[in-house]
């Protein structure tokens, strides 16, 4: 299985950014996704999460109204949105793969695959 980041990169406060995850070696539109972030000094951080059929989504607090996961499984592939960039912004963002279903879950636990990551960084 390989989930393949991309998308990071250096933007401005206020600024956008759409990250993808392309999946392979699994049946994508079985699994719930999710990306994560991680920033210096601290632990991996639920942002958001997506059911197998895009019927639920979820999202972290901190980035609920300004980001948007949406996927596309012809192309086996995750997106996040990500509008109004603020500097707490910045860390690495990592994509996921879990069990599939109706409800979505924040857990790290709660997913089997990850990708390597693509750095966000929000300048002030």
């Known amino acids: 299985v390989q989930l393949q980041a991309s998308g990071g990169g250096l933007v401005q406060t206020g600024g956008s950014l759409r990250l993808s995850c392309a999946a392979s070696g699994l049946t994508f539109s079985n699994y719930n996704m999710g990306w994560f972030r991680q920033a210096p000094g601290k632990g991996r951080e639920f942002v958001a999460a997506?059911?197998?059929?895009?019927?639920?989504?979820y999202y972290a607090d901190s980035v609920k109204g300004r980001f948007t996961i949406s996927r596309d499984n012809a192309k086996n592939t995750v997106y996040l949105q990500m509008n109004s960039l603020k500097p707490e912004d910045t860390a690495v963002y990592y994509c996921a793969a879990g069990p599939g279903g109706t409800y979505v879950y924040p857990a790290v636990g709660d997913y089997n695959y990850w990708g390597q990551g693509t750095q966000v960084t929000v300048s002030s």
């Open positions: 997506i059911s197998w059929s895009s019927g639920s989504t």
